[in-house]
Nanobody, 124 residues
């Protein structure tokens, strides 16, 4: 059974940092990309970053460029999201996702498998 499990969320003050982790297991195929999405209360889920497993090309939403960094450890089947200079607007449930085909955008339909999410709250 394919499974993605996020961890590392929590409460952090504005300007602080947090690192999220996502562990993938049970996949019988080589996923082509891993992504991070988030959903704030009463808001639609939005894509914030992805990384291609082949060439490790990355992309970021404008709202997080320069502050967030995605990385992957292929040997451990893990993807990470380093979040720096966090803002209250970053408060959301963060989801890890995996794609089984070519990815060239942060559209949700490009991703096939999803974790259950981890809460990130940025507040003083």
């Amino acid at each position: 059974q394919e499974q993605l499990v996020e961890s590392g969320g929590g409460l952090v003050q504005p300007g602080g940092s947090l690192k999220l982790s996502c562990a993938a297991s049970g996949f019988s195929f080589d996923y082509t990309a891993m992504g991070w999405f988030r959903q704030a209360p009463d808001k639609a889920r939005e894509g914030i970053s992805y990384i291609r497993t082949g060439d490790e090309t990355t992309d970021y939403a404008d709202s997080v460029k320069g502050r967030f960094t995605i990385s992957i450890n292929k040997a451990k089947n893990m993807v990470f999201l380093q979040m720096n200079n966090l803002k209250p607007e970053d408060t959301a449930v963060y989801y890890c996702a995996a794609a089984s085909d070519y990815v060239d955008s942060l559209a949700m339909h490009d991703f096939d498998y999803w974790g259950q999410g981890t809460q990130v709250t940025v507040s003083s």
